[in-house]
């Protein structure tokens, strides 16, 4: 399969990551080239892909959008339609649309440390329908935007006796257009942010909707609007108010993780004060509201404007905290005897992890193995060169991240540029390094992933940080320069240096020559 077309950099994914990380190459490297590669056929990601009721932001805009686009929506939480209108918007004003190539799936790449570019295979799909084709990209650096999870499935454990169930099973990832629950009953099964989002925007249509959990989760009422981001937009202007409240709100987030983790006890009180504060009098706070674990070993879920807890208190929705037993022709079996009249069952069940889009990498033919990698500042692999990728906080807005390492990104091409080096590998130079998991979080979609994901360090650029201001002195304000990131030259370009009549194409294949610089 021959090359058709070589880019600098080969972005893989248009939402909110890739979208981000053109901006930032644009700005800071106008002269490189690159293209954004969409397996489907618009931008966005998330945020076009899922169409359930209510969908919507569960951190504020003014953190969760681009540090270099103000939010100007008087909704802080806001739905899908707007972030989707603001991704494009940023889209179309720098000009990323022209880079983008919809219905290009990347299947592979191979790194070729001679040339030290990589080879990517990519299936490309006929807009109209008609049959993919194979064709293959070539690129000095692989970017991958396109988030942690499987966007062709989500999560659905198997329900015993879902089969004789005579109503309609939806999963939220694959929400049908021709849906109607109005009157309908309707049991949404979980508890995260999923399911509390659909919750209160189905209830005013549908005939009654309950929240079927296995156990609870915490739940927080936030305001939809931030009163100080929109008094300070109207006092200094759309650009200076959106910085000081993204400062604000950076500072609120880090603050109240750091509270939850420090003072579980004080944070788990202070919680369920709050939630029975919207509940009416009597409920089983307890029984619906108080889970196993602490606030913040998993995503604590906002609710706008306590909206959940309107709905349970007008009657329109309820929780139930139980087991299934089995499915039934009408509804849902529970462990305690109960049974749940259903006509839709929705499965809001989670998802299905899946990095870097589900592509392989090889490195000189070599497969990488990615749980036998180590990430390198949250933002590259052990051994494996010229690729970064884009995770976000979980603990706060994902973006924050992104952000940051888009500008380490955009430094360590200029020091490559200024000391005319070609490739940068994260080298772990103590092979037996204690290492943790990728991810210190007790999330189901996270566990039940947790071994086929890079591992992380316990200390330095190996720790896969969760901390805004961190990471900031790290990727924005520390060195590029680092003992374990080696610099080298292609292959082929060493061997001509090296040779008045250039490379020889009998010679041996010799190491990569690399640099501490």
């Given amino acids: 399969m021959a090359d058709t077309e070589h880019v600098d950099v080969l972005i893989i994914g248009a939402g909110i990551s890739g979208i981000g990380a053109a901006y930032y190459l644009q700005r800071e490297h106008p002269g490189r080239s690159y293209a954004i590669l969409e397996a489907r056929g618009a931008t966005g990601g998330t945020w076009d892909l899922f169409r359930y009721p209510g969908i919507r932001s569960d951190s504020d805009l003014h953190t969760f959008g681009y540090e270099f686009k103000p939010w100007r929506d008087e909704h802080a939480i806001a739905t899908a339609d707007k972030i989707l209108d603001y991704l494009r918007e940023t889209v179309s004003e720098n000009g990323i649309d022209d880079n983008i190539r919809f219905h290009h799936r990347v299947l592979g790449a191979d790194w070729d440390s001679a040339e030290a570019r990589w080879r990517v295979d990519v299936e490309r799909a006929d807009s109209g329908g008609g049959d993919a084709e194979l064709i293959r990209l070539s690129a000095n650096w692989l970017f991958c935007g396109g988030g942690y999870y499987r966007y062709d499935e989500g999560y659905s454990p198997r329900f015993e006796g879902s089969e004789r169930f005579t109503g309609r099973i939806v999963h939220p990832q694959h929400w049908p257009e021709d849906?109607?629950?109005?009157?309908?009953?309707?049991?949404?099964?979980?508890?995260?942010?999923?399911?509390?989002?659909?919750?209160?925007?189905?209830?005013?249509?549908?005939?009654?909707?309950?929240?079927?959990?296995?156990?609870?989760?915490?739940?927080?009422?936030?305001?939809?609007?931030?009163?100080?981001?929109?008094?300070?937009?109207?006092?200094?202007?759309?650009?200076?108010?959106?910085?000081?409240?993204?400062?604000?709100?950076?500072?609120?987030?880090?603050?109240?993780?750091?509270?939850?983790?420090?003072?579980?006890?004080?944070?788990?009180?202070?919680?369920?004060?709050?939630?029975?504060?919207?509940?009416?009098?009597?409920?089983?706070?307890?029984?619906?509201?108080?889970?196993?674990?602490?606030?913040?070993?998993?995503?604590?879920?906002?609710?706008?404007?306590?909206?959940?807890?309107?709905?349970?208190?007008?009657?329109?929705?309820?929780?139930?905290?139980?087991?299934?037993?089995?499915?039934?022709?009408?509804?849902?079996?529970?462990?305690?005897?109960?049974?749940?009249?259903?006509?839709?069952?929705?499965?809001?069940?989670?998802?299905?992890?899946?990095?870097?889009?589900?592509?392989?990498?090889?490195?000189?033919?070599?497969?990488?193995?990615?749980?036998?990698?180590?990430?390198?500042?949250?933002?590259?692999?052990?051994?494996?060169?010229?690729?970064?990728?884009?995770?976000g906080y979980t603990n706060s807005s994902w973006t924050l991240k992104v952000g940051l390492l888009c500008e380490h990104f955009c430094r360590l091409l200029t020091h490559l540029d200024q000391h005319g080096y070609d490739v940068a590998r994260p080298v772990l130079t103590e092979p037996g390094m204690k290492t943790l998991p990728l991810l210190d979080f007790a999330a189901g979609y996270v566990q039940r992933s947790v071994d086929e994901l890079p591992r992380q360090g316990v200390d330095g650029p190996w720790v896969m940080s969760m901390n805004y201001t961190y990471d900031a002195e790290m990727l924005r304000d520390g060195p590029v320069e680092d003992p374990h990131l080696k610099f080298g030259k292609a292959l082929s370009r060493t061997r001509a240096a090296s040779s008045p009549a250039g490379p020889d194409p009998a010679a041996e294949p010799a190491e990569l020559p690399i640099s501490a610089h």
């Fill in 179 to 391: 849906l109607d629950y109005s009157g309908k009953k309707v049991v949404v099964i979980g508890s995260g942010a999923t399911a509390v989002t659909l919750v209160p925007a189905m209830a005013p249509t549908a005939g009654h909707v309950t929240m079927l959990q296995r156990s609870p989760t915490y739940v927080m009422p936030v305001p939809a609007k931030d009163s100080f981001a929109n008094h300070a937009k109207r006092l200094l202007g759309d650009e200076r108010g959106y910085a000081l409240t993204r400062r604000k709100n950076i500072l609120k987030q880090r603050a109240v993780y750091t509270f939850c983790q420090k003072y579980p006890t004080a944070a788990r009180r202070l919680i369920r004060r709050i939630n029975a504060s919207q509940l009416p009098a009597g409920y089983p706070v307890d029984e619906h509201f108080s889970p196993r674990y602490n606030p913040w070993d998993q995503r604590l879920c906002a609710v706008p404007d306590g909206d959940l807890f309107a709905a349970i208190s007008d009657g329109s929705a309820s929780v139930v905290t139980d087991r299934i037993a089995t499915f039934t022709e009408n509804g849902i079996q529970l462990e305690s005897g109960r049974e749940l009249e259903a006509d839709i069952i929705v499965t809001a069940t989670g998802l299905n992890i899946q990095l870097f889009g589900g592509m392989s990498l090889t490195v000189d033919g070599e497969p990488v193995n990615f749980a036998e990698t180590v990430a390198y500042k949250g933002m590259m692999l052990s051994g494996v060169p010229n690729f970064v990728f884009a995770f």
